[in-house]
């Protein structure tokens, strides 16, 4: 069965950096486009980035833009978020996810989950 | 850019049939999807590309898309269905509604 396990969340000083990781088993990971979304405590779910299969195209929601970077390492099976410059609006629980397009058009969804590891940023 | 307006809360007798709407310019024109999200767990997705189910999805959940709402119909609630309700769709980069309290009475 599909299983993602995100790790690396932890309590961090505003302008520092964190790395999460994870890890995914139960299906082909090279196969799949894969994703970071995250929930602040208390509010809606909002998408923080996507990356290929291969790795060779990646998006970034206009909030975390130039300060975070997705990554892949399909020989690990594994999804790495670095996030840098943190600030406290990037306090959140963050799920990884695997993406899903529609045939023949831009339109994707996410059909399977982590349980999410919880990023809180505070002096 | 594109927005998504969900009810902040729906109620629905045990048993009745709940509708939660996702409301957005010409959303009928979108492919919309639908999460579940229990309390202290992840998102589950329970219907994708409007009107369909995930295998391991009961048939109480259906989806519906048309004009400017989108609506998600859970038949026969049950307390377990009381849970927050996410539409997703994709407009450029991928959004979700609010989001919805279902309350189960």
């Not at chain 1, 995250?38 to 909002?46: C, D, I, S, T, V």
């Not at chain 1, 999804?79 to 339109?107: G, I, P």
């Not at chain 2, 969900?6 to 024109?29: E, F, K």
Request: hydrophobic residues 30%; glycine residues 10%.
């Amino acid at each position: 069965q599909v299983q993602l396990v995100e790790s690396g969340g932890g309590l961090v000083k505003p302008g520092g950096s964190l790395r999460l990781s994870c890890a995914a088993s139960g299906f082909t990971f090279s196969d799949y486009y894969m994703s970071w979304i995250r929930q602040a405590p208390g509010k809606g779910l909002e998408w923080v980035s996507y990356i290929s299969s291969s790795g060779s195209t990646i998006y970034y929601a206009d909030s975390v833009k130039g300060r975070f970077t997705i990554s892949r390492d399909n020989a690990k099976n594994s999804l790495y978020l670095q996030m840098n410059s943190l600030r406290a609006e990037d306090t959140a629980v963050y799920y990884c996810a695997r993406l899903r397009f529609l045939e023949w058009t831009l339109s994707y969804y996410f059909d399977y989950w982590g349980q999410g590891t919880l990023v809180t940023v505070s002096s | 850019s594109y927005e998504l307006t969900q009810p902040l809360s729906v109620s629905v007798a045990l048993g009745q049939t709940a509708r939660i709407t996702c409301g957005g310019n010409n959303i009928g024109s979108k492919n919309v999807h639908w999460y579940q999200q229990k309390p202290g767990q992840a998102p589950v997705l329970v219907i994708y590309r409007d009107s369909n189910r995930p295998s391991g999805i009961p048939e109480r959940f259906s989806g519906s898309n048309s004009g400017n709402t989108a609506t998600l119909t859970i038949s026969r609630a049950q307390a377990g269905d009381e849970a927050d309700y996410y539409c997703q769709v994709w407009d450029s980069s991928s959004l979700f509604g609010g989001g919805t309290k279902l309350t189960v009475l």
